[in-house]
């Protein structure tokens, strides 16, 4: 599988982005897929994840602004965001939850996308 997040941009507070994520191979068998993100001098940490069956979690400080959502038929993940605020600068990345593949013997990341929010 290969994974392609894109709809990133700069935008000020207050503001929405909506982030896809295509991969290249089917997701309909993964469990949980996730939207992680890296901020920079950070760690890379989930932000929220959608099971199969639809079944959501948000990691607190975006619950309630961000919605995650999952089309199996198309292989594609999305990322819904509003009210963004500056901590939200970060590099977004889609992945399984757990991280399942693997490139080299690394775990594998594909693409992210930039997201910037301004003040």
């Known amino acids: 599988v290969q994974l392609q997040a894109s709809g990133g941009g700069s935008v000020q507070a207050g503001g929405s982005l909506r982030l896809s994520c295509a991969a290249l191979?089917?997701?309909?068998?993964?469990?949980?897929m996730g939207w992680y993100r890296q901020a920079p001098q950070k760690q890379r940490e989930l932000i929220a994840a959608?099971?199969?069956?639809?079944?959501?979690v948000y990691v607190g400080s975006v619950k309630g602004r961000f919605t995650i959502s999952r089309d199996n038929t198309k292989n594609i993940v999305y990322l819904q965001m509003n009210a963004l605020i500056p901590e939200d600068t970060a590099v977004y990345y889609c992945?399984?939850?757990?991280?399942?593949?693997?490139?080299?013997?690394?775990?594998?990341w594909g693409q992210g996308t930039q997201v910037t929010v301004s003040s």
């Open positions: 191979g089917s997701i309909a068998n993964v469990n949980r």
């Open positions: 959608i099971t199969s069956g639809g079944i959501t």
């Open positions: 992945n399984s939850d757990p991280p399942i593949w693997t490139s080299n013997g690394r775990v594998y």
